[in-house]
């Protein structure tokens, strides 16, 4: 077969990434060569390909679901906020200038490279699924849509429409936003999705089947609420998805304390530490929550200068300090590395030229106009083989100390950084850093052999898939993707041809 079907939520957070994620599983376990796209992606959670170029995360765990290597053409636009009002500019894997709101309006000029990119798949995979982004309700930017019913007509790809039960509200969300869509938009959507689902499939059917009457389209099933089967959440600022890991195999438990920045990235680097047995880890939002944390955390982030003026604001500074003192175990990664240091002399970021860093590590960090993207590999000291990947503009100089892993990275005392992100997914380098933070803690800790995170991930994947087989009509939804754009759509909402005219 050859098709592709583009998966749209009423909302952000109402589950495209999770059915598209267990979808491509789904089919690929039906034996069809299966593709993710996501056109356009805003988030701070991204990772490097083997052809060292820059995608969206939650494509390249929705590639591991369908068994293909990621890349880029999966993702051919991605922004990462560096604030409110700015974002950089990922052009197929490539930073490409920054955006700011005066141009959120002009994007237009990517929708042959969207639909390029698109196309490019479609003739190598049998399917393509692609994921929307936010609402295709977002009416007032319409006009410049590369990424929901904007990039749909420009590809011709039939869509279906997820909405979140869980909020409340979903029969209004999905009939409303159908209904303030424009007629030709309308045609595009071939039926919904209920999501989040808590209780029993009967308490449903009578508001199921009004709402295929009312818009002439079907449900293709209800699923069920997937707490704690997240996969690699794309955004990477929601500490609200944290949940404690399993139970401890020993008497006592590791906490790790995270420092809540406002523009942290690559939360996904934690993933393995919160499904290792007896680890806590913690969003810290004020200084004084460090206490009785083992381990403390500055993450990554896309705006290292503007995310250590919050720190200090809030007090975090004197508290590192004393901690690093007593010492206490604080690790940075990425850009929480570079806070470590002397200094950050940055003109490409933030602009602001020298700034003072925070004087924990012997390091000093100038931003240059090339963006590192790369993959290393390195051996560990006891003889393993440890993989990362790095996306910085920061470059690091060590001054004085030891490396942290190979020759890459910091360790003085009991403070550490390193501009790898993914670290911790390597299970025998996790294990040995846990094992020596748990003696250091005079914890009680017990490191289990046999956790392996590639393997949870899995798991989580496949459980995804069997929610979708069991609960989606995923025949139909084949159907729909294999017919393309119906000649003749479903009905129209007549609140859409009024609002109109």
């Known amino acids: 077969m050859s098709g592709s079907l583009l998966v749209l939520g009423t909302s952000s957070g109402a589950g495209k990434s999770t059915v598209v ?92 490279l969207v639909v390029a990119a698109h196309d490019d798949l479609r003739r190598r995979f049998d399917l393509v699924v692609c994921e929307g982004a936010g609402s295709p309700a977002e009416i007032n930017l319409r006009d410049s849509d590369i990424v929901n019913l904007g990039f749909a007509t420009a590809a011709r790809v039939p869509a279906i429409l997820v909405g979140d039960i869980d909020r409340g509200g979903v029969f209004a969300t999905l009939v409303g936003t159908l209904a303030v869509l424009d007629g030709a938009d309308q045609d595009l959507v071939a039926g919904f999705v209920i999501n989040k689902f808590r209780g029993t499939r009967a308490l449903l059917e009578d508001g199921l089947a009004r709402l295929s009457s009312m818009t002439s389209r079907p449900v293709f099933g209800v699923l069920p609420l997937l707490a704690g089967r997240e996969v690699d959440t794309e955004d ?8 404690d890991g399993p139970a401890p195999l020993g008497e006592d438990v590791l906490v790790i304390g995270v420092l809540a920045l406002p523009r942290a990235s690559n939360l996904t680097d934690l993933d393995p530490l919160i499904d290792e047995p007896g680890v806590i880890v913690r969003a810290l939002h004020r200084p004084e929550a460090m206490v009785g944390c083992d381990l403390v955390i500055l993450p990554g982030t896309r705006a290292t200068v503007s995310d250590l003026g919050w720190l200090r604001a809030r007090g975090f500074e004197a508290v590192l300090a004393r901690r690093a003192s007593a010492g206490a175990a604080i690790m940075g990664i990425c850009g929480g590395y570079q806070m470590l240091g002397r200094e950050i002399l940055d003109e490409v970021e933030s602009a602001r030229g020298r700034v003072d860093g ?144």
Request: aromatic share 6%; charged share 25%; net charge negative.
């Open 21 to 112: 994620t267990g979808l491509c599983r789904s089919l690929a376990r039906r034996g069809l060569s299966v593709a993710p796209f996501k056109a356009q992606n805003m988030s701070l959670n991204s990772y490097v390909t083997v052809e060292n170029g820059e995608m969206g995360r939650a494509q390249v765990v929705q590639a591991r679901a369908a068994g293909v290597e990621p890349e880029v053409a999966m993702n051919p636009v991605l922004l990462k906020p560096g604030s409110d009002v700015t974002s950089q500019l990922v052009v197929m894997g490539q930073p490409a200038g920054d955006l700011d709101g005066g141009h959120w309006r002009d994007k237009t000029a990517l929708l042959d």
């Open 358 to 501: 925070l004087g924990l590590l012997p390091v000093a960090t100038e931003f240059a106009a090339r963006k590192v993207l790369a993959r290393p590999v390195a051996r560990a000291a006891d003889g393993s083989t440890v993989t990362g990947y790095q996306i910085h503009h920061g470059v690091v100089t060590r001054e004085a100390g030891r490396p942290l892993v190979g020759d890459e990275g910091c360790v003085s005392g009991s403070v550490s950084g390193t501009t790898w992100h993914g670290l911790f997914e390597n299970d025998q380098w996790r294990r040995s850093f846990l094992t020596e933070l748990a003696r250091a803690s005079a914890k009680r800790f017990v490191v289990s052999p046999a956790t392996r995170f590639e393997d949870r991930r899995e798991a989580r994947i496949e459980a995804l898939a069997d929610l979708v087989d069991e609960h989606l009509d995923v025949d139909a939804l084949l159907a729909v993707a294999e017919a393309g754009v119906a000649p003749h759509p479903p009905a129209r909402l007549e609140l859409a041809r009024e609002a109109h005219e």
């Open 236 to 243: 990477a600022t929601d500490f609200s998805s944290w949940a």
